[in-house]
């Protein structure tokens, strides 16, 4: 199994991301920078899929789960933020009739108020999705405001 880099885009100001269509992958990891404009919560929606297909659990800084079921909005994959956030996510796309749902998996980290009195917070998050499409791109969405110029999202896939 050879990994490789299938995206790569940075954010311009103008909303999030859309990585451009890489052909499908059964598994990609994705790490996603984000300077916040205004406090928001990131979301992905492979394919750009706004169907009532995604169902979601996050966890902040340990604290009880949130969850949500038959969303069209996407997975929630950051905590909420105004400052940077940094997540490494893990998504698996099997083939159709050997594994639907698709699973995502994700770690975040947020940057909290500057200075070294305070500690960053942290989320996991899992996810999943209905759709029976494969998946060949992934759109990440602010629950609000803009992601700004020197935001990224790299993403690795392989068969």
């Not at 199994?1 to 311009?12: Q, R, T």
């Not at 083939?95 to 909290?112: D, H, T």
């Not at 960053?120 to 791109?137: Q, Y």
Request: aromatic share 8%.
């Amino acid at each position: 199994m050879v990994w490789e880099k299938i995206a790569d885009k940075d954010g311009d100001g103008t909303g999030g991301f859309v990585t451009d269509s890489y052909g499908v992958k059964i598994f990609t990891m994705f790490l996603l920078y984000v300077i916040n404009t205004t406090s928001n919560v990131q979301r992905i929606k492979p394919n750009s899929n706004s169907d009532e297909d995604y169902s979601w659990r996050g966890s902040n800084d340990v604290a009880a789960d949130v969850t949500a079921v038959s969303q069209t909005v996407g997975m929630e994959i950051t905590p909420t933020s105004t400052t940077p956030t940094f997540s490494v996510n893990y998504f698996m796309d099997g083939k159709s009739g050997l594994f639907n749902p698709k699973i995502l998996v994700g770690f975040a980290v947020e940057q909290n108020t500057a200075g070294a009195g305070n500690i960053p917070s942290r989320r996991v998050s899992l996810g999943k999705t209905i759709a029976t499409s494969r998946v060949s791109s992934l759109e990440i969405d602010p629950s609000a405001g803009n992601d700004t110029t020197g935001s990224n999202i790299s993403e690795l896939g392989t068969n």
